[in-house]
């Protein structure tokens, strides 16, 4: 493990006074995590350094071919104060898989977990109180190489920035609508659809604009050969349930391997419920939805947590699910996972690292 240098700021910043107005991603606390990588050197000066801008050549790689990759964990405050983290070493070792795909080194997760520790240790007062509130973790890799050529960078950063959030969602916990995409696709067969890379946000980006002017608040996203079969939802892997059994799309190399929906898969069937991967038909998904042999459906993410989902249009059509309210399920995989999380409830799974 690298040894981290840490330089405080001498200008701290004043807290968000009102917990209940943090949104998503906004705020930015006081420090942040760097180190570089260079071919022939490896992961290298390990820093915590006030939160600020940094300087990047306009023509550096990440800029222009977009080896850029990123993760999502989150911190939270227990009911006694204390700080606990959910799974962040599975973020980094997706993260580590990610880079594979994208032609990027290995993260040093030892060096990346040992660093995000130490920057929320020093950033601690920033991690909210309020109920629902936490501290959302972004680590995040991209290419610093000079250059225009196509290739695999040899110089890279990595870093670690923290915001203190509220839900993902305007709608909190209450059922969102979800546009099942037609159009567009989000990712391929072959291509890097399982990876957190910053290309899968920004192909999707235009399909939300327009869900978002019919009044939805995300897409579903279909398969990119068949346009049939059901992703996720770019923020969050999606789950439907019919009475006691939930199905989910399984991991197909298109979509993510999203670290709250294995989370849920175990938590579900240690609750007793049936929990099935597999591939799942929109139209019978639809068909199901509108007959009432579906029950709920929701999106299970890092930011969304689980969102339960209210409506979902397919073409001109719109279906209501269950009575448009919180399903039975999704609340209480709800409360069990933020049970966890928080540290409400015990942690059976070995996934809490105390702080
Ligand atoms: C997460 O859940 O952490 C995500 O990265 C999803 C989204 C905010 C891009």
Redesign the pocket.
Known sequence: MLDIKVTLSDHLKAKPADESALG??RIFTDHMFLMDYEAGRGWHDARIVPYGSFAIDPAAMVLHYGQAI????KCYRRADGGLQLFRPGDNLARMSRSAERMCMPKLDEETALEGLKQLIRVDANWVPHKEGTSL?I?PTMISMDVGLGVHASKKYLFFIILSPVGA?YKEGLKPVSIYVEDEYVRAVRGGVGFT?CAGN?AASILAGDIAEQKGFSQVLWLDGVEQKYVEEV???NMMFAYGNKIVTPRLNGSILPGI?RDSVLKLARQLGFEAEEGRLDINEIFADAKSGKLTEAFGT????VISPVGTLALKDEKVVLGDGGIGKISQKLYDTLTGIQYGRLPDENGWIVKL
């Open positions: 998503f991603g990123f993760e999502g964990t959302y972004r993902y957190k946000y770019g923020s969050m709250t993410g890092t930011a969304a």
